[in-house]
């Protein structure tokens, strides 16, 4: 699952220094912005965490935070891209290149929802949804970093199986959308209002399984799930 490592970087003698400009941005401290700010983001929501308080959490000033952001919403958008790249690891041709096209889409599948159930970002769905009409801004960043980017890296799976013959799409990101929302289907709903707990590791995989062999039946592929 996602990593949840806690980064603590103290603040340098010369914080005053990193104001200059021109001064390359110190990754260490965005990286311990971004930490504290998933966090606090997943806990409580957009609407009640400040930026004061982001900076608190991670030992810089709010200058710092400034340096390396906008605001709250190009903050989330970064915390959500970077959860997106963690999860999209399961497509990471330098670690599938063996790998079966069918089971390289169900360990996607299963990265995927498996992290989205968790009690934590059920939570954190439920206050982003909450916030989206006050922040469009932050929905349209939400919204771009972590399911349109899950549903192109998806599609760059499918082109794979396009190539080998397995499957015969002529647009790889609809029928990703397509499998995205089967696996999604009831199952998350029902996490969403809190009438079923997350699912175990066998649902979850079979529960993925019906998907993608549902998906690769409707293209002409030839399933063995």
């Given amino acids: 699952m996602v990593s949840r490592r806690w980064l603590n970087v103290p603040m340098g003698a010369d914080e005053h220094d990193e104001r200059r400009p021109g001064r390359p941005k ?38 710092t935070v400034y340096s390396n952001f906008d605001d709250k919403s190009a903050i989330l958008g970064a915390v959500v891209s970077r959860e997106s790249q963690r999860i999209t690891l399961a497509l990471d041709p330098k670690t ?26 059920i939570a954190f769905d439920r206050l982003m949804a909450a916030a989206a009409a006050r922040h469009p801004d932050m929905a349209k960043a939400l919204v771009e970093a972590g399911p349109r980017f899950s549903q192109r890296q998806l599609a760059t799976c499918l082109d794979v199986g396009v190539a080998e013959g ?6 790889t ?53």
């Fill in 26 to 63: 110190d990754m260490a401290k965005r990286e311990a912005i971004l930490t504290a700010a998933r966090s606090l983001f997943f806990e409580r929501g957009l609407d009640e965490v400040g930026i004061e308080e982001i900076a608190a959490a991670a030992d810089v000033s709010k200058t």
């Fill in 96 to 121: 599938n290149d063996q790998q079966d096209f069918e089971q390289r889409l169900v360990d996607y599948g299963v990265v995927l929802l498996g992290f989205l159930t968790t009690p934590e970002l």
């Fill in 166 to 171: 397995r499957v015969k799409i002529s647009d």
């Fill in 173 to 225: 990101y609809v029928a990703a959308g397509q499998l995205i929302a089967l696996w999604f289907g009831q199952m998350h709903m029902e996490c969403r209002m809190g009438v079923r707990t997350q699912p175990s590791a066998s649902e979850l995989e079979q529960h993925i399984r019906v998907g993608v062999s549902l998906v690769l039946q409707a293209y002409q592929g030839v399933s063995k799930c």
